[in-house]
């Protein structure tokens, strides 16, 4: 159970991480 909860706190921080460098980068589309 903890270890599925630390799982999906690490693909959310993933996608945070993902999203932040996509727009810093300066694209003008996010995906999705």
Do not use: H
């Amino acid at each position: 159970v903890r270890l599925a909860s630390a799982a999906l706190l690490v693909v959310a921080g993933a996608y945070v991480i993902y999203y932040w460098l996509f727009y810093s980068a300066g694209g003008s589309t996010l995906p999705g």
